[in-house]
């Protein structure tokens, strides 16, 4: 704590956000005085914002009682002092500091998303082996719009004309957006995000950042604050960011892609390759591994009523767990690259997930085929998308029934953690299918 005293201190920071993230990935927490953070060294929060759906709504009660002190009593959240980065938005001199989750015996609370990702990395440890990933998150730049109702349009740019067709890599499309995004870049500077390559994305208005490779958990730290920060960036220009999964009629989805590898922790040799330069067998069990586990975890990767409308017919997403070298059209692809970076890329995660779920999900299914030598099918040549065998739940519903129902997530992440997260997401289904939608006023109301 007296490092992170100095460096608040260093900063003439006078108000702290503090920070944790629930289950959908929303942060929760408090604002206090600086003083007063150094003084408590954390905050309480009741440990039922861990149960929380995105509408603000709760578990059924049996559920709630079964998984949560009856008492509704307070989690000890701790700040972790590797997590601090300032709030380059805000009028006075602001920090953020993500927090850990305890209860009152110092045990980690397994309803905390940061801290299944955290578990996941001790497995990797125990074998002597460093996971990296590298996510790349796309997005969508839109008008904005009170009316929910409405469908979402295009932004205005700086040319007074609002976007239209497809730009895929369109340098001077990205341009029209040059001031929001100097912001963007100006603010995940000064905190200290580690993103690489702006791209212009294949639907309108929708583009890409990429992160740099590095530590799985530093780096959904950064998903996490980055998409709070991509956010503020276009309100400040009039503008919407939205990371839904399908935000667009007839335009592609968003994804959040996460390239992974795995390195020998003591020599920092990649495990994926042989030493003549080969696919690895761990390498090829960690990708049987995703192949298997993946449809029973997707809820994890694909958490919303939406997000499976990425996964529709004649879209840009791959529905498959296939893998394939440098096949795009699979949902596991392997990147041309030399042997120490051999990695797999995931492209199955949406936009809208949680990333320390995504990322602990996908680590723990690849982590999973290793130990129990799950061998992959072989590698797709040409295209994937027709291919009927490994195919994924195509509703939430479903995947939802597949995941509680999956002995190893319980075993690894908890049963307390898949009933609740199976639980809330339930909440968020039914309360979805209480709206009636427009689709169903323009065809049903006059004509059935």
């Known amino acids: 704590m007296k490092d992170l005293e100095s460096w608040l201190k260093e900063r003439r920071i006078t108000e702290v956000e503090c920070l944790v993230s629930d289950i959908t990935g929303i942060a929760r927490g408090k604002i206090t005085p600086v003083s007063k953070f150094v003084a408590e060294k954390g905050m309480r929060l009741p440990e039922s914002v861990l149960l929380q759906s995105v509408t603000g709504d709760y578990v059924e009660d049996d559920i709630y009682y079964s998984l949560l002190d009856p008492a509704d009593i ?26 850990d989750c305890f209860d009152k015996m110092g045990n980690p609370i397994e309803l905390s998303a940061r801290n299944q990702l955290k578990k996941v990395l001790a497995l990797y440890a125990e074998k002597g082996w460093k996971p990296v990933v590298a996510p790349e998150m796309e997005f969508y730049l839109t008008k904005r719009c009170e009316d929910p109702d409405l469908p979402l349009q295009p932004p205005i740019g700086r040319s007074g004309r609002q976007e239209t067709g497809r730009q895929s890599f369109s340098i001077d499309a990205a341009n029209e957006f040059d001031p929001l995004f100097e912001d963007m870049y100006d603010w995940c500077e000064a905190q200290g995000l580690d993103i690489d390559t702006l791209i212009h994305e294949e639907g309108t208005a929708q583009m890409e ?8 958990l530093m780096l959904a730290d950064q998903v996490f604050l980055f998409k709070r920060t991509m956010r503020e960036a276009a309100l400040k220009h009039d503008v919407a960011a939205t990371f839904m999964a399908k935000p667009v009629t007839n335009e592609p989805g968003s994804a959040m892609h996460i390239h992974q590898s795995v390195l020998d922790a003591r020599t920092g040799k990649s495990i994926f390759s042989n030493d003549d330069g080969t696919m690895s067998q761990l390498f090829l069990h960690h990708i049987g591994g ?16 939406n997000s499976f409308r990425r996964f529709l017919p004649d879209t840009s997403a791959p529905v498959n767990v296939e893998w394939g070298e440098e096949n795009r059209t699979c949902g596991l692809r392997v990147p041309d690259s030399n042997p120490q970076n051999r990695r797999v890329e995931n492209r199955l995660p949406g936009a809208d997930a949680n990333a320390y779920l995504a990322i602990a999900a996908s680590l723990l299914c690849g982590y999973l085929g290793m130990v129990q030598k799950v061998n992959p099918s072989a590698p797709v040549q040409g295209r994937a998308f027709e291919r009927r065998n490994l195919r994924l739940p195509f509703t939430l519903e479903m995947a939802l029934e597949r995941m509680e129902h999956c002995d190893e997530l319980t075993r690894y992440m908890g049963s307390k953690f898949v009933t609740g997260f199976v639980a809330v997401k339930r909440v968020e289904n039914e309360n979805f299918k209480r709206v009636i939608s427009s689709w169903e006023r323009e065809f049903l109301l006059l004509s059935v």
Not at 209 to 216: C, K, T, Y
Not at 290 to 305: C, G, H, R, T, Y
Request: charged share 15%; net charge negative.
């Open 74 to 99: 307070d989690m000890v959240c701790k700040p972790d002092a590797t997590a601090a980065y300032p709030v380059p938005w805000a009028l006075e001199p602001t920090a953020q500091v993500i927090h």
């Open 209 to 216: 950042i990429n992160f740099r490779h590095g530590d799985p």
């Open 290 to 305: 995703l192949q298997k586990f993946i449809p029973e975890s997707l809820p994890l990767m694909a958490p919303n009523v």
